[in-house]
């Protein structure tokens, strides 16, 4: 896809664009005058039930407590939050970084900040930005995931490459998507005259050809030279140079690399005259070159020069959220005609459990099996899987349960929740979370809860008729 075709916004929608808002106890009167402030910027406030998306754009505080924080945690961490504090006292600095950790984006002093209104709209509009972008067939199609984990930083690497021109450092296991975040970021940079993608492993350069590899070479320079050749600091030049492991550079090397990233130029082997590059920088490694180069291992100034922005891929146990959705994904992929993708619970329970050593791409080779295997319609059964993926006899049965779990139960008493209370709310998470694992769909839903499609309706019509997230 070309990134012409990509969906951005570079304007409100419409005049007067709707901006959900979320508004503490106290301070209802200002919604008014926040809208009224926002209205020069093509945006007015409204209520988070008025506004045209589910997730509401901003917070309006006077203060900050436990009240405060869980109304800004209600919001969700794709909500984009930017909080605007209109009491009269400024805010503390402890405050601040406590808004941010509750899910806030941005947290604006408004008294103290005669442009807040302004602030906050530029962020919205570039929050809604990086949503439409994360939302494009490019994303969806290459790097499916709709965990908390995956998605914050996919967001962070969409909005480096779409606005920014800095060097980028992706750190991360085998088979944690490396090189297709490179290749996105190549694809949403938006030079006018923008070159290639230039791609080179360093695991897997012959030592007396690396040179050769970067810089080119003249004819005669080396024993086997018979021809002059374009290295790849000249094929990226206008473009992106994607040095894949390039924890693997070996050490005489580095100066080199240093040298043409700072300076722009090179010269080819054998060659007197100096060329002059242009290229954006993007490196994946699997080590920890932070800790590489404490110990010697890569050099700091060229460790400090890639690290621009630096971010790290989790590994697939560490977004186990997203494995029945990408297994999904691959098995409509790898489907030669039309295929049911869904999977009976043993299966994802299966799937659920199992570890992933290589990661994304190991998942993906797993449901290519199964897509072979799997005949006759109907969703995917036990049958499906091969003999070494079906669990052990004496497996005990999974414990979703983890750290986490237990920490939000423990800030949940903290803040004076009774069972009751954690209860209704954790049965209203599990039913938003079905309805969106299942498309809205009330009757899949249903089943995955365990529950009949009229106790359902009737439970979500109690609640309020409880929105998908």
């Known amino acids: 896809m070309n990134l012409a075709e990509l969906p951005h916004e570079t304007a409100p929608e419409r005049p007067g664009w709707a901006v ?58 794709q909500a984009g939050l930017v909080v605007l504090h209109a009491g009269r006292q400024p805010l503390a600095a402890a405050d601040h970084w406590a808004l941010l950790r509750a899910g806030a984006v941005e947290v604006l002093d408004w008294s103290a900040l005669p442009a807040a209104p302004a602030i906050a709209a530029a962020r919205v509009r570039r929050w809604r930005e990086v949503d439409a972008l994360m939302a494009s067939p490019l994303v969806q199609e290459h790097l499916l995931g709709a965990g908390a984990r995956w998605t914050h930083v996919l967001r962070q690497v969409i909005e480096a490459a779409r606005f920014g021109d800095h060097n980028v450092l992706l750190i991360g296991e085998s088979g944690t998507g490396k090189e297709l975040v490179a290749r996105l970021i190549h694809t949403l940079d938006g030079r006018d005259d923008k070159g290639d993608l230039v791609v080179l492993d360093c695991a897997t350069l012959a030592p007396d050809l690396a040179g050769s590899e970067f810089f080119g070479h003249e004819r005669g320079a080396y024993t086997g030279a018979v021809g002059g050749r374009d290295g790849a600091f000249a094929l990226a030049d206008r473009g992106t140079l994607f040095l894949d492991e390039v924890g693997e550079l070996p050490l005489r090397l580095q100066p080199q690399l240093l040298r043409v990233t700072q300076e722009r130029s090179y010269k080819r082997l054998g060659a007197n005259r100096w060329c002059k590059t242009s290229f954006r920088l993007v490196c994946a490694t699997h080590r920890e070159l932070a800790a590489e180069a404490a110990a010697g291992r890569f050099r700091h100034d060229l460790y400090h020069r890639l690290a621009a922005c630096v971010f790290h891929l989790p590994p697939l146990r560490e977004r186990r959220e997203d494995i029945v959705p990408l297994a999904q994904h691959f098995l409509a992929e790898a489907a030669s005609g039309p295929l049911d993708t869904e999977l009976i619970p043993p299966v994802r329970e299966a799937l659920l459990q199992r570890d992933y050593p290589g990661n994304v791409r190991e998942l993906r080779q797993l449901m290519t099996r199964i897509a072979s295997r799997h005949v006759g319609g109907g969703p995917i059964t036990v049958g499906d899987l091969p003999d070494e993926e079906r669990p052990p006899g004496d497996a005990a049965p999974p414990d979703w349960r983890d750290g986490e779990f237990d920490g939000l139960l423990r800030r949940a008493l903290a803040m004076g929740l009774g069972l009751r209370d954690i209860s209704a709310q954790a049965a209203d998470a599990a039913i938003r979370v079905a309805l969106d694992d299942e498309d809205g769909n009330l009757k899949r839903a249903a089943r995955r809860l365990g529950v009949t499609d009229r106790a359902l309706q009737l439970r979500r019509a109690s609640r309020g008729a409880i929105s998908l997230p």
């Open 20 to 77: 959900g808002c979320r508004v503490a106890r106290g301070v209802e009167g200002a919604l008014g005058a926040l809208s009224e402030a926002l209205r020069p910027h093509g945006m007015r406030a409204v209520t988070p039930a008025a506004a045209e998306r589910h997730a509401p754009g901003l917070a309006l505080l006077d203060g900050v407590d436990a009240a405060a924080l869980e109304l800004v945690r209600e919001a969700g961490p």
